[in-house]
């Protein structure tokens, strides 16, 4: 979810390389990780009997001998401990040994190969703490390195380190292996209960998990100093690895702090505060902390289950037997505070969990059935394509209108812009823009790397393939149904904003120049840097042509800036091959843009595009140098229809390619598109009100259709 993109931690010193100048008897500990409490709080250690953490044994628990006996064990440990041990849990030695000693040796490398996957301002993922959010605040004695380890489409593998070698194939076997072991608990959990074991699995199959690998190092006056605050864990379940013989968790239990020393090759076990709801109280998350050794380091991991994003988590039907939820408010609301930050794998929620069905690689397809003998498959016909009037060359009243950005800011020609620019929203929809800023050396530069791209082999290009579930990477987009019509072209989508978005999997590295190699820090951002750069570029324009929009009809800038500002954007890159049968296929079906705003470079000489006016197709002929922008559906809604989506399409030229590149400006995800009041003068409301999530799962599971979405949300006037 975007919103989990949006909050992070406050950068703070690396604690590694803090430990190492102030370990000396001389020194001091900074102030900001003085814990008075550390010594404070009595710990019992060495427990045993009632006050030993229960062990499951999970092959009893299998086991139709052992599992009913073992089953109650299981049941009492959840819910008067809230944490247990799990022994002959299935993973295998190796797996752990691998993972144990990859971690080991990420945490031994030198600083600067560590920050080479520092955090984000706003993002968890990657190296570094989590969780602080202010100058003043108390800080803990630890480093961590967090990933998104599944969905695997939501890896963002800018922050996976490459050394030691072997450390990406580690985490992912490691995850793998783990998968069904959180679900068989989760199943027996359920029958612990009398419930369905669907009642859980249903909740955490398939759903975000996170790993955090976590670095204590030792601290002479290691009762002044916390490696980890008291807490409990948001999740559902929670599997914790020891990857080193330094001990160090403690859980709450009595209102006494029990050590809890892991026996070598065991997992610990804990509930998290979702579980405890979902259970209305059977089962307990318990508040736990790490402290810290004064001589040796202690090391982590911390595998995350997270509930499917979604839902309302509130006790389930088959826990609530006695007809009494448990769940208190302030448990809902530390639930929906923390919910923000735990699934750090998508900014646009709707194209993640959506993609189309594999079809046949268009560029490929064009070389084989462009002879003179040759015949298109029939999934590529398209009667319409000839059977509807095209006008060309027109000029006057039918010509695009243009738009002069330099004129908009000017304030001797603003107001008569401004003028312009609403008429070319409210009755085109669409306009080309000119004097928009953005140097021609960066646009020269994308154009050459999108072209470069697009003619390298389709092997090379299928190193990007878009996964069964995404519509980034390269392939087709909207293809949902077996017979459904296909579309004479091929595209490359990448998320762009916000940066922790990015899915770096699906981006090329070859042009060498295509991607910036800096991505973690905008000031490195260069001219010859083509699709980062424009991006930021093109950022800037967006908004400021939003801003305009708004005062052409007399309403505050703010009202489409606050929508829009540091919203997820899009890039598609689209490639049109030739096809001698052109009147017969259809470069991109008749459609409205959906989100707020599109941007549209064209990257050769060819055109394609076509437009609807007045019920007649235009043909649109962008110059060189200039931008095409066009009003999508989201922004139609919000403006009540003042603006308009323009229902456009792409044809197919016979002899040559044709290349673009679609930079779409999506609103904020969480938000309700409904016609803002400012444009509501009259108090006509023209369209239903709907959450975007919900507008945005229409769109991404139909194919095109002109524009069906928003006749549909029309109210009858």
């Not at 406050?10 to 003085?34: F, H, K």
């Not at 480093?143 to 030691?164: A, E, G, I, K, N």
């Not at 009003?631 to 809604?637: F, Y």
């Amino acid at each position: 979810m975007a919103e989990a993109r949006t909050i992070g931690s406050i950068s703070v010193p690396n604690v590694q390389e803090l430990a190492g100048t102030c370990n000396g008897p001389d020194e001091q500990i900074p102030e900001r990780y003085i814990r008075p409490e550390a010594s404070s709080d009595e710990a019992i250690k060495n427990n045993h009997g009632d006050m030993s953490i229960p062990i499951i044994d999970l092959d009893k628990l299998i086991s139709p001998q052992s599992s009913q006996e073992e089953c109650v064990k299981l049941r009492s440990a959840c819910q008067y401990w809230g944490f247990f041990q799990l022994i002959n849990h299935g993973v295998q030695d190796e797996v752990i040994a691998n993972l144990k000693r990859d971690i080991v040796d990420f945490f031994s490398q030198p600083l600067d190969t560590k920050k080479e996957y520092t955090q984000l301002p706003n993002s968890l993922e990657g190296y570094g703490q989590g969780f602080v959010f202010s100058e003043d605040q108390k800080l803990d004695w630890a480093d961590m390195l967090y990933l998104q380890v599944h969905p695997s489409d939501s890896r963002d593998l800018r922050f996976w380190p490459t050394s030691p070698a072997s450390f990406r194939q580690s985490i992912d076997a490691y995850s793998s292996e783990t998968k069904s072991l959180a679900l068989c608990l989760l199943e027996f959990m359920a029958k612990a209960v009398g419930a369905k074991p669907e009642s859980l699995l249903g909740i955490f199959e398939e759903q975000p998990r996170g790993l955090r690998m976590t670095y204590y190092p030792p601290c002479r006056q290691s009762d002044k100093v916390m490696g980890l605050s008291p807490h409990s864990d948001v999740v559902g379940l929670t599997l914790l690895l020891q990857i080193n013989d330094v001990q160090g968790l403690q859980i709450k239990k009595d209102g006494r702090w029990l050590s809890v020393d892991s026996p070598n090759g065991a997992l610990i076990v804990n509930i998290g505060d979702t579980l405890e709801i979902l259970s209305n109280g059977k089962f307990r998350s318990v508040e736990h902390r790490a402290v810290i050794n004064p001589n040796k380091e202690r090391i982590s991991a911390s595998l995350f289950h997270y509930p499917c994003e979604n839902m309302v988590i509130r006790p389930l039907p088959e826990f609530v037997k006695d007809g009494k939820p448990r769940t208190t408010a302030s448990q809902e609301k530390k639930i929906k505070e923390n919910t923000r930050c735990r699934n750090l794998g998508i900014a646009m929620a709707g194209a993640r969990s959506v993609g189309s069905l594999p079809v046949p690689n268009v560029q490929a397809l064009a070389e084989t059935c462009n002879g003179p003998d040759e015949h298109i498959p029939e999934r590529y016909i398209r009667p319409e394509a000839s059977s509807e009037e095209v006008i060309n060359n027109y000029q006057g009243s039918m010509a695009i209108p243009i738009i002069d950005l330099n004129k908009l800011l000017s304030p001797q020609s603003s107001e008569e812009e401004v003028v312009k620019l609403r008429s070319a929203c409210q009755y085109w929809g669409f306009f080309q823009l000119i004097n928009h800023g953005v140097p021609d050396e960066v646009i020269a530069n994308l154009k050459r790397d999108i072209v470069d791209f697009f003619s390298q082999p389709l092997d090379t290009k299928k190193e990007y393939t878009q996964l069964p579930n995404s519509l980034e990477g390269y392939g087709q987009s909207f293809v949902f149904s077996e017979d459904q019509k296909l579309e004479w072209a091929d595209m490359l989508y990448l998320h762009v904003h916000p940066s922790d978005s990015r899915d770096l999997r699906f981006w090329p590295t070859s042009p060498a120049s295509f991607r910036h190699l800096s991505l973690l820090n905008r000031r490195c951002l260069k001219v010859g840097n083509p699709l980062m750069h424009t991006h930021q570029r093109l950022k800037a324009w967006h908004l400021c042509l939003f801003e305009f929009m708004a005062k052409a009809v007399g309403a505050e800038p703010e009202s489409l800036l606050g929508l829009f500002e540091e919203q997820p954007r899009g890039l598609r890159m689209a490639y049109y091959p030739p096809c001698r049968q052109a009147d017969k296929v259809m470069g991109l079906s008749p459609h409205s843009d959906a989100g707020g705003l599109t941007l549209l470079l064209q990257i050769n000489d060819m055109q394609g595009l076509q437009i609807k006016k007045d019920g007649k197709w235009l043909s649109i002929d962008a110059p060189n140098g200039a931008l095409i922008a066009n009003v999508g559906d989201t922004l139609e809604i919000l403006s009540n229809g003042t603006f308009r989506s323009v229902e456009h399409r792409v044809m197919v030229n016979p002899n040559k390619e044709r290349i673009s590149a679609a930079l779409f400006h999506y609103p904020c995800e969480n938000m309700v598109i409904s016609p803002l009041p400012e444009f509501v003068k009259n108090g006509k409301v023209k369209y239903r009100s709907i959450s975007y999530l919900d507008f945005m799962k229409q769109i991404f599971t139909q194919q095109l259709d002109g524009k069906s979405r928003v006749e549909t949300l029309k109210l009858d006037q």
